[in-house]
């Protein structure tokens, strides 16, 4: 579930109004492939096993074929707001921290660094001798 929420909170997603486009009856659930593809289709990919947990997690406990979705949106929008901010308007909230894209294993050592700077420097130079804009490009 966290890596869905880091996913929603990036993206800015709200997935309830995808769901309601497969739910005609608006029950509140969907079938399991139909949860699968939503998912999929908001670019939340992941694996086999993760599916399989969220559904067990979700499915509705006369079938297990069916997903409640309104449950699942429920938790995943606790990341923008609460509901109940309305019946207790002085309650605190708690920001949800999505972890940062940069890795903080990936840090280069003195010598990379310098090899970095000198590459940089040579790619420089031989834009300005060649007069390329490489802005454009980008």
Avoid at 5 to 27: A, G, P, S, V, Y
């Amino acid at each position: 579930m966290t890596k869905v929420k880091n996913i929603i909170k990036k993206d800015r997603i709200r997935l309830q109004e995808f769901f309601i486009d497969h739910d005609t009856l608006r029950k509140g659930y969907v079938a399991a492939q139909k949860f699968r593809s939503v998912l999929h289709s908001q670019k939340i990919f992941l694996t086999a096993e993760e599916y399989e947990r969220l559904e067990a997690h979700y499915a509705l406990s006369k079938d297990r074929g069916l997903i409640n979705y309104v449950d699942f949106c429920e938790e995943t929008d606790y990341i923008f707001t609460d509901k109940t901010l309305e019946k207790a308007p002085t309650k605190t909230l708690t920001a949800f921290n999505a972890p940062s894209i940069l890795d903080p294993k990936d840090v280069l050592n003195d010598a990379e660094e310098r090899k970095l700077v000198a590459c940089l420097e040579r790619l420089g130079i031989d834009v300005l001798h060649r007069r390329l804009l490489i802005k454009p490009q980008f």
